[in-house]
């Protein structure tokens, strides 16, 4: 145990309790096993828009719009995709203020730190996943920009002035110790120090669903205890900023309460104790399901890679139909290969002539192909009836409603077409890198 232990970090944070809660396995990887998780355009925006929003809090209220915070994406991005610059290469203002209150200066770290080597895999894994000036970039540029902007549909920074931003806190609970990094802690409700305390998290995610909310906040409870036992005041709530919300409905809150603390408190220690029995028996099971498609291991998971298949699009074969993910999992067993099976003689059947490669499809399915002519389905009727019903009500015309339904079903399956297409230039591109 003293072994497995030693390896990962005897602080306990909201994120890593959550990797171990999803996936004990997934933990193995990157806190024992100490393995570096790559970037993503989604993950890259998420970061570079959680540091927009903090910085726009460096401005007076006034200034504090939306094209000021658009005009920090493009300085905050250059800042972190290149962080060991010297002075000297940097001319921009914006991005020289944003280097000095954030740290991203080659003098700012000392040579052969932990810090550096993190900074200098950032510059190493955004230059993998987007060049200067490429198409990539600009994409995550563009996100970013409309994240910061859809920010100002769910509240009004001009009014907020916030008691820590990026806050560390650390606390130590019935003997855990543990500890993260605020986004934005208000004090709300009074000008003085009686006013209550808010802790808001910034989500770059889809708005979950009403069911799944709950589940959403377990990290920002935990930053409640350390709020807690830092401020001797318990806050009144916890906030969820979903900021890519469009409609203005991105903030989800929880009321804060002693038995919330409380229960929290409890499910932490049981996280630690499993989290030390894990590494006592040295056992860490993988819990399949849809988040094995985004993560990092799955190649070397095999739960994983049987839950998602690495290549749901393989490569058609030239001389058989099964894909070479199918042959990797099924290996030849030790006496297929010292007993070669003999080649007999070829019947007619044998010798007739085959189609060529490019013609055979791959087989496909049952289950498979029945998924597909669902989707198929309701794409044609949804827009079938959609537009058939819409268009003769409102021409009040069953000639008009009758013509729509033709036209809606073959927008339906356009549509369709399209988005199966889409489907597979996605995996495509996953199976290039």
């Known amino acids: 145990m003293a072994g497995q232990m030693s390896n990962w970090p005897s602080l306990l944070s909201p994120s890593s309790a959550e990797n171990y809660r999803q996936c004990p396995k997934s933990f193995h990887f990157k806190k024992v096993l100490r393995r570096n998780s790559y970037s993503t355009l989604a993950s890259a925006a998420g970061r570079l828009t959680h ?32 962080p060991l610059v010297e002075v000297d290469q940097c001319v921009d203002s914006i991005e020289s203020q944003i280097r000095i209150r954030n740290g991203l200066w080659r003098h700012a770290v000392q040579p052969g730190s932990p810090e550096e080597a993190k900074l200098a895999f950032d510059f190493e894994d955004y230059s993998r996943l987007a060049r200067p000036g490429s198409e990539e970039e600009a994409r995550i540029l563009k996100v970013s920009k409309r994240f910061v902007t859809s920010y100002f549909k769910h509240e009004d920074p001009s009014g907020i002035n916030p008691i820590g931003r990026e806050l560390h806190l650390e606390a130590e609970i019935q003997g855990v110790t543990i500890h993260g990094f605020i986004d934005r802690l208000d004090r709300v409700g009074s000008a003085t120090s009686n006013g209550s305390l808010v802790i808001n998290d910034y989500k770059t995610g889809k708005t979950p669903r009403a069911e799944d909310v709950s589940s959403r906040f377990f990290g920002l409870r935990m930053y409640a205890l350390m709020v807690a036992e830092n401020y001797s005041d318990i806050p009144s709530h916890v906030r969820l900023l979903y900021v890519r919300a469009q409609q203005g409905n991105g903030i989800k809150a929880e009321k804060v309460t002693k038995e919330s603390l409380a229960t929290t408190a409890r499910q932490v220690v049981q996280i630690r104790n499993s989290i030390e029995q894990s590494a006592d028996l040295n056992r860490w099971p993988a819990k399949t399901g849809p988040l094995c498609l985004y993560c990092d291991f799955r190649a070397e998971c095999p739960e994983g890679s049987s839950y998602v298949p690495m290549n749901p699009y393989p490569k058609r074969s030239t001389g058989g139909n099964s894909s070479a993910h199918t042959q990797r999992r099924n290996p030849p067993s030790r006496s297929s290969l010292s007993k070669p099976k003999e080649v007999g003689r070829p019947t007619p059947k044998s010798t007739a002539p085959r189609a060529p490669a490019t013609k055979r499809r791959a087989p496909t399915s049952k289950k498979g192909r029945s998924k597909s002519s669902r989707k198929k389905t309701q794409f044609t009727l949804g827009w079938a009836f959609g537009l058939g019903v819409i268009l003769g009500l409102a021409s009040q015309s069953f000639f008009v409603g009758l013509v729509m339904l033709v036209v809606g079903a073959w927008i339906g399956r356009a549509a369709f077409s399209t988005s199966e297409r889409n489907r597979k230039r996605y995996w495509a591109g996953r199976n290039r890198r």
């Not at 903090?54 to 250059?78: M, Q, Y």
Request: glycine residues 4%; without cysteine.
């Open 51 to 82: 540091l927009v929003l903090d910085e726009i809090f460096e401005h007076d209220s006034n200034n504090r719009t939306p094209s000021t915070a658009k005009d920090l994406v493009g300085p905050a991005w250059r800042a972190i995709s290149n």
